[in-house]
Each structure stands twice: as C-alpha cells, then as structure tokens.
T-cell receptor, first 109, second 112 residues
C-alpha cells in the first residue's frame, strides 16, 4: 500500500514563530487532506488539497503532486495550534485514506 | 450544522460483552467512514459506506466487528464479543462526494 511519511515527528515553537510541516507519499494520489488533532482528541479538517495551494488564515498548504509531497505552513503560531498534525492520502477511487504518523507540535509562551 | 455526532463518548466494558457504537453523519453527506486510533497502529480505516452501502470493509479486523448503515442518518459499529485489544478511540467521519472528511468527537472504548 501507499506509504506516508511526515516530518518532523516533533516540533516545539515559541509563540509567534512560523513553521513548515512536510508530508511525503510514495504513489500518485487523488485525495490529500491535512488534519489537526487537538489535545482533547478532536480531529479537525484543515485542508482538502490533492494539488495546488490553499490558504485559511494563518495556515496554508501546498501540494506538488508530481513530486509526491505536501507542505503545511503555520505562521505566527499560537498555543492553540498545539496538537498533532496528520497528512492523509488516497489513491485510485480516492476515498480510502491512509494516514501518516503525524507531527506533534507544541507551542510555548 | 451540528457536525458528526457519536455516542457514547466513553464506554467501559468487560471482555466478552457486546459493544455498540453509534454515529449520525452530517446531513447531506453521502459517505460515512469508521476509523480506529491506537498508539501502536495510529489511525486506521475500518470500513466506509457510500449512500448507505458498504464499499470497502477490508480494514475490519475480524468477524467480531460488524457495521451497518440502515439509513442516511445513522450507522452502528458493533463488536461482539469484545476483547481488551479492542480498546481504542473509534471515530466516525462523513463527507460529500468522498472529498473532505469531517470527524466526530470519537468514542473512547476500554475493554477490561
């Protein structure tokens, strides 16, 4: 099956700093999503982005499908950004998501 | 919209008992997914439905697990009999046209 690798596995930031999270995948995809799992366990959909660039407030994402990677940018980080960020991809029919192992982010004051 | 609703939020049961988890998807969504999250295996897709029909159940761990979707607004995941290794957080998610998936709050299951 498809392999999804996320880096870095752990990240500690000071509030206000910027960061870039990376997701590499081993095969062509037609579905790629970024999720944030907050410290209470809730999974929140950030972006549906099989290709191209999207922005939502302080967050933006870029997927370069031909090179099999996606990037999630967090600007001016806040403590509420803490949690685990997952990349998930699907091939073929596009509905069976495979999740990466996540990036654990902690934002400190 | 109320989002995806799951019940119960927490369940503690003894080995051998039947467990039923429930999910109400977002109104109008035509796809419903059941996931399991554990420390060892991460997030795994168990089964998904399209228009109430099971499409792919290859992630269901064994015959003790079963899922149904009798109508567009309700689905169940049943474990019978339950075992300690089934302890996990079970998520339900829904989407429209199978694109962006929206997750419920999860059910934390502990089997003693």
């Amino acid at each position: 099956g498809i392999q999804v690798e996320q880096s870095p596995p752990d990240l500690i930031l000071q509030e206000g700093a910027n960061s870039t999270l990376r997701c590499n995948f081993s095969d062509s995809v037609n579905n790629l999503q970024w999720f944030h799992q907050n410290p209470w366990g809730q999974l929140i959909n950030l972006f549906y982005i099989p290709s191209g660039t999207k922005q939502n407030g302080r967050l933006s994402a870029t997927t370069v499908a031909t090179e099999r990677y996606s990037l999630l940018y967090i600007s001016s980080s806040q403590t509420t950004d803490s949690g685990v960020y997952f990349c998930a991809v699907a091939t073929g029919g596009g509905n069976k998501l495979t999740f990466g192992t996540g990036t654990q982010l902690k934002v400190e004051l | 919209d109320a989002g995806v609703i799951q019940s119960p939020r927490h369940e503690v049961t003894e080995m051998g008992q039947e467990v039923t988890l429930r999910c109400k998807p977002i109104s109008g969504h035509d796809y419903l997914f059941w996931y399991r999250q554990t420390m060892m295996r991460g997030l795994e897709l168990l089964i998904y439905f399209n228009n109430n029909v099971p499409i792919d159940d290859s992630g269901m761990p064994e015959d003790r697990f079963s899922a149904k979707m009798p109508n567009a607004s309700f689905s169940t995941l049943k474990i019978q009999p339950s075992e300690p290794r089934d302890s996990a957080v079970y998520f339900c998610a829904s989407s429209w046209w199978g694109v962006a998936q929206y997750f419920g709050p999860g059910t934390r299951l502990l089997v003693l």
